[in-house]
Structure formats: C-alpha cells, structure tokens
C-alpha cells in the first residue's frame, strides 16, 4: 500500500524542528508542568526549582509514565518504585541495591528547551538554533508578543479526526471563513489582507472590516497595556505544527497540530492567553471579555473540526491542488516546505 506523504515526512518534523509548547506564566512556580502527546512519545515540561525542563514522560527505570494530567503542580515522581527528579538530579529509590549497572548515569530523558521571550520551545535533534528557525522577524514579534500575555487563561484539548496536515491546511486558509464559522469568526467580516513569508513560517494581517465590531474593538484598548499589537486580526504560522492567532492583540490563542500515531487523529491543544491589562483594577473588568473569547474560540475550532473530519488523509499530499484560490496561498508554500522533506 502507498505510504501517504503526511506519514513519510512527520517524523522528520517532528525530531528536526523546535515546536512552541507553552509560555512561561504556565510553570510560574516550582513543580508546575505541563504535558504534550506527540506521535508516539510524551514531552513534560516542568519548573524544576526555576529551571525549566523538558523531558520524556518515561521513568527511566522500567519506563512507567511520570504524569498523566495535562497540566498542573506535582513532584516528578515515579509511582512504580519510587524514583524521582529534583534539582536536575534522578534519585533512585533504593539505590544500594542497583550495582554494576552505572546507576549513577541513571537520568532522564531530555530533550532541548529554549524560549524566544516568554514563549518555551522544545526539540528533539533540531537542525538550527530557534533563531535561525523563526528568522529574525518572527523572533522579534513572538518575543514582544509573549511579553504582552499575561497567563493562560483557557486550555482545551481534544483530538482533531483527521490527518495533522488536513487540520493544519484548513487553519492555514481564510477561504472557508463564510460557510464553516458563518456564526463565529465571519461576523468580523475579515478582509483579504496580506500574507508575509519569513522562510517556511508565515503570517496573515487581516483587517477587520466589520465597521461596528472593529469599533467595539478598537474601544478596548485602554484596559490593556499591549505593545503596537496589529489592529485587526493576525495569524502567525510557526512551520511545521503551529499556529497563534489574535484579535487586536487582546489575547493570543496558541495551537498545535501535533501529529498522532494514527493518520486519523491529530493531538490538538489550543490554550488562550489574554494580554496584561493596563491597570489591575481592569481584570475583573476584562474577564467577562476574555470568558466570551474563549467560548468563541472553542466554537471556531469545533466548527474546524467538524469539516475536518471530513477529508479523508489520502486527500492531501506535497503537491500543490489542481484548482487554487488566492485564499490559500498560504497553503501553497506549506505544501512547498512539507515537498522539501518528501524526497
Ligand atoms: S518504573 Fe519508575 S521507578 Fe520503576
Ligand atoms: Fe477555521
């Protein structure tokens, strides 16, 4: 049977590039953490006494998994016999009892951790710096954006039925706006805008052209001490699994498409971080705001998911579709970066 595209190439992405996993206000204090599937393996992210970690969720004795949740505040300890994590040292339970098998090398297993601002990413064996990954540019705007969030507001997980491509291409196009979230984001009445490429990462600027909304809007912005956010609405897509979307700046929703091991389900997380506010005294009277963003971004995102389960994975593949809107010229130069890995 004909391997599909999306399956030949995941792996690659996955152990070759450095994937946002979360932003720092999420692990404030020691023991936070935070839990990722991706695949077949596990990434635990955790505050280990102001150090940020990141490792498999495997004990390294017998392989027993150290969390099960997908966030909290927890010692990483292992439930099996006992061996635990602290100050970046395993200790292993017992340890008069393990000799001539260099217990001393026990440790976890991590992977790579850097951060552009606020905002953690991990890897695996990446091919470049995160600098080098995001360019200049991106660096630059995810750096100031991640200083503008204020913490984690809404976390919702879910597996998307379909292939991580399938999903990933519909949040890369704007095309399907009117008919799948007639109710939800259409009502902004988003403009073409424009597409800006930073090698395989993009960005879509969109004005909101819904008069009164925009009005609405642009009436919010004394209550949050944002830095030059884009007035309208703006889609960043961090190659190959990411994407952070924002209204005026308000508040940033974070998305990964993390491939699953099956070609019918990808590990979807969306987390919801509203921006500072300018004054204290503002977040009582924000949060109702930031409550209706959040349920709205949920609907958008079950609306996605419903037309995505839709499309079969063997619909999509490195090559360009036959028939092409404007719309999905992001889509385009997806396909274009994916092709590079399909050879
Ligand atoms: S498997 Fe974790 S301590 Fe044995
Ligand atoms: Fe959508």
Redesign the pocket.
Known sequence: MKVLDSVKIADDLIRSYWHPIGHKSELACDRDFIRFEIKDFEVIVINDKGNFVAFDNL??????RFFTEDFGNQFVK??????SYSRGKVNV?GVKNFQGCGIEHAALNEFRLEACGDFLFFAIEPRSSLKEQLGQEVFSILQRVSGDIDSCADFNRYPFQCDWTIALENALEPYHIPLIHTETLATLQLGVGVNDFFAENSIWYSPVENEKVAKRLKSLNRFYATTDPFQGYMSIFLFPFSMISSTFGYSYSVQNFFPSPSTQSTFFTSRLYPAKNSEPRYKDMTSGFVQSSADINRKIFDEDHQICRRIPSKSWSTSPPKFTSTLEQKLLHFRASCAQWNK
Do not use: F, N, S, V
């Not at 292992?78 to 061996?83: A, P, R, S, V």
């Open positions: 004990c390294p004795h017998r392989g027993a292992c439930l099996y016999h006992g061996w339970a």
